[in-house]
């Protein structure tokens, strides 16, 4: 066997390689996205993997195979969207909604528990305060013991801390009436809540309807494609002209 002819297979089996690399790849895209949608449409996609098989040992990808690879990937996105629709339900989306408003409810009433008079965050600040005039007591007798200002001026640092906790305080009792005024305001609101969320809900389930709508057109459109397509790659096979449809 010459230089040529070795130098040929070798450039052939190279070709042959990266095209099952490339189209393997595929399949395995295909497969997972079948096995996130629906399980019914496993049988098209096996027929799809099949034919692809078939193309790498012939060494390409013939338009007719990609563009029937192209209408199964349409077919498999608009029948996930159908599937998703058939199923929606308005009692879904007012549950949902309930759930969500009485859970955030729920976790401002336990919020605000912890920030009420004699609360834990009442007594923390209580020890905190208490810590603080400690602390400027015992700096005090140091700074007498020892005569020094820096232990005095802690002193003053612990007592402003002592009055900040007070201040800090007050402002958080405050504040937390106005939190619970607004709380009733909210529990008041549950039902248009909910019902705007319905309404929301139906807008959306109506642009997916609309969705299915242009799915439908793209799928004709596609089939289309590939019945032009394997014309005119029957013409090449032939050798003839397509004929006029």
Not at 59 to 67: I, K, L, M, T, Y
Not at 68 to 96: C, G, H, I, N, P
Not at 121 to 133: C, D, E, N, T
């Amino acid at each position: 066997m010459n230089m040529k002819k070795i130098i040929g297979i070798i450039a052939a089996t190279a070709g042959l390689a990266l095209s099952q690399t490339t189209l393997a790849a595929e399949q395995s895209a295909t497969k997972a996205y079948a096995n996130q949608t629906l399980d019914g449409l496993k049988g098209l996609v096996q027929e799809g993997k099949n034919a692809l098989e078939k193309i790498v040992s012939g060494g390409e990808v013939s338009a007719v195979d990609r563009s029937m690879q192209q209408l199964q990937d349409v077919v498999l996105a608009a029948s996930e969207r159908a599937r998703r629709l058939s199923e929606w339900d308005l009692s879904k989306v007012e549950k949902e909604a309930e759930q969500t408003f009485d859970t955030t409810i729920g976790a401002i009433q336990e919020y605000l528990t912890l920030v009420a008079d004699d609360g834990p965050v009442h007594k923390a600040s209580s020890r905190i305060r208490s810590a603080a005039l400690d602390q400027a007591r015992i700096f005090r007798e140091k700074a007498s013991a020892k005569s020094s200002q820096r232990y005095t001026e802690l002193a003053e640092a612990m007592d402003a801390q002592a009055r900040k906790v007070t201040e800090i305080w007050d402002s958080i009792k405050a504040e937390r009436e106005i939190a619970v005024n607004g709380l009733e305001g909210l529990k008041s609101s549950r039902s248009l809540y909910i019902d705007v969320k319905k309404a929301q809900g139906i807008q959306a389930a109506v642009k997916e309807l609309e969705g299915v709508k242009n799915d439908l057109a793209k799928l004709s459109a596609s089939m289309a494609k590939v019945q032009q397509t394997v014309i005119g790659e029957a013409a090449k096979v032939t050798g003839q002209a397509p004929a006029a449809q």
